[in-house]
């Protein structure tokens, strides 16, 4: 019995991705976001929803030496020869704090926001933030997509976020709670932790009615050109193994076993 996927198959003449000819159908016609969304799901992008999946990609492409960079550089330090090897550990840190929150907060919106109309009043979202955040310090769980450890007053991301989505459409009721959330919690808690980036794409992903997956695998398709980058630069200009030699440095552990070398 053969295996067969709805996404693609090959033969002998020809490779058929979602019923279209590779060769003389997408190649020349399709950029890349086109052919994320025929991959997933068998249709051409709207220009908008382009323009929104080109904002995430980029978002997700680099925020510097985060855990994933340096956990690339450091496996790359230790197997130069495979640069696969240095992108999949890097991506592999993408979970429930870093880079993979965008999902768990796209999600946390839609279920929280289910009950509430797409014109639902302030006062309706205000509601729905406050049983959202009593609902979570109930069952003693964070909640995702809030605070920054640099950007403490408040996160430059978002407000750019925000206007891109209002200007191509996609700022509704799941932005709105997002939004509702910290002014909750400061009011109920006195707790000031404004809306991060992963809580404003988290919003984005909603708002756009994809699904989590979909939006965290945007952002680790984002990521693993940042990664790229980072492997290039470790060529260019190594790190990895300063970064090794600072926890050797730092670790009185290592005093006798690095003793008689």
């Given at each position: 019995?053969?295996?067969?996927?709805?996404?693609?198959?090959?033969?002998?003449?020809?490779?058929?991705?979602?019923?279209?000819?590779l060769?003389?159908?997408?190649?020349?016609?399709?950029?890349?976001?086109?052919?994320?969304?025929?991959?997933?799901?068998?249709?051409?992008?709207?220009p908008?929803?382009?323009?929104?999946?080109?904002l995430?990609?980029v978002?997700?492409?680099?925020?510097?030496?985060?855990?994933?960079?340096?956990?690339?550089?450091l496996?790359?330090?230790?197997?130069?020869?495979?640069?696969?090897?240095?992108?999949?550990a890097?991506?592999?840190?993408?979970?429930?704090?870093?880079?993979?929150?965008?999902?768990?907060?796209?999600?946390m919106?839609?279920?929280?926001?289910?009950?509430?109309?797409?014109?639902?009043?302030?006062?309706?979202?205000?509601?729905?933030?406050?049983?959202?955040?009593?609902?979570?310090?109930?069952?003693?769980?964070?909640?995702?997509?809030?605070?920054?450890?640099?950007?403490?007053?408040?996160?430059?991301?978002?407000?750019?976020?925000?206007?891109?989505?209002?200007?191509?459409?996609?700022?509704?009721?799941?932005?709105?709670?997002?939004?509702?959330?910290?002014?909750?919690?400061?009011?109920?808690?006195?707790?000031?932790?404004?809306?991060?980036g992963?809580?404003?794409?988290?919003?984005?992903?909603?708002?756009?009615?994809?699904?989590?997956?979909?939006?965290?695998?945007?952002?680790?398709?984002?990521?693993?050109?940042g990664l790229?980058?980072?492997?290039?630069?470790?060529?260019?200009?190594?790190?990895?193994?300063?970064?090794?030699?600072?926890?050797?440095?730092?670790?009185?552990?290592?005093?006798?076993?690095?003793?008689?070398?």
């Amino acid at each position: 019995m053969a295996v067969k996927t709805e996404i693609g198959y090959t033969t002998p003449d020809v490779i058929t991705v979602r019923g279209k000819n590779l060769s003389t159908e997408i190649f020349g016609n399709f950029d890349f976001i086109d052919m994320i969304y025929w991959l997933n799901f068998s249709r051409m992008p709207e220009p908008r929803e382009k323009a929104m999946a080109n904002l995430i990609l980029v978002a997700a492409a680099d925020h510097g030496l985060t855990p994933s960079a340096l956990s690339a550089r450091l496996t790359f330090l230790g197997a130069p020869e495979s640069v696969q090897g240095a992108v999949a550990a890097g991506l592999l840190g993408a979970g429930s704090r870093f880079l993979g929150t965008v999902q768990n907060v796209a999600e946390m919106y839609k279920k929280g926001a289910a009950e509430l109309d797409d014109n639902a009043s302030d006062e309706a979202v205000m509601e729905c933030a406050r049983q959202l955040v009593r609902e979570y310090r109930a069952s003693r769980t964070p909640i995702s997509g809030l605070g920054h450890n640099i950007h403490v007053h408040g996160d430059p991301r978002v407000p750019v976020l925000r206007d891109i989505s209002e200007q191509h459409g996609y700022f509704g009721k799941h932005w709105r709670l997002a939004l509702a959330i910290p002014v909750v919690l400061e009011q109920e808690r006195g707790k000031r932790l404004p809306l991060n980036g992963a809580g404003a794409l988290g919003a984005i992903i909603a708002d756009m009615g994809l699904d989590g997956i979909f939006g965290r695998g945007l952002m680790l398709v984002g990521r693993a050109a940042g990664l790229v980058a980072h492997i290039r630069e470790e060529v260019e200009s190594p790190t990895g193994q300063e970064l090794w030699d600072l926890v050797l440095d730092q670790d009185p552990r290592n005093v006798k076993a690095t003793s008689g070398y």
